[in-house]
């Protein structure tokens, strides 16, 4: 409920609000019990960091969750990971990440926002 309420917050780019929601989303969702809806909840918050303009705490998102199930999610967190660190001007670091988990370049552009 708190993640559903928090995509349509951060599609009327109520950044805040949609950021608390996700976080109340990935503390219901214990490190146990419904690890992927876990996950899932934080990669959406990566996510929203990214596009509230926090890349840094995007980076520290997705790198958490690629250190925790790089099998399930890495295609997507290495997405937001790239896009972080492209972000922050880290280019080589981003082609890095694409290239470790078979990306294509398009993807650092965020017009295939929904395509992951």
Do not use: C, K
Request: hydrophobic share 45%; no cysteine; net charge negative.
């Amino acid at each position: 409920m708190q993640a559903a309420a928090a995509r349509l917050l951060a599609a009327a780019e109520q950044f805040d609000e949609a950021l608390a929601r996700l976080d109340v989303a990935v503390t219901l969702f214990g490190p146990d019990e419904l690890a992927d809806e876990r996950r899932a909840a934080r990669l959406q918050r990566a996510r929203l960091r990214l596009r509230a303009g926090d890349p840094v705490s995007a980076e520290t998102e997705a790198r958490e969750v690629l250190a925790e199930d790089a099998d399930e999610d890495g295609w997507l967190a290495g997405i937001i990971l790239a896009r972080a660190l492209h972000a922050q001007g880290r280019t080589d670091e981003a082609t890095e990440v694409l290239d470790q988990h078979h990306i294509d370049a398009d993807y650092l552009d965020d017009e295939n926002e929904d395509e992951d």
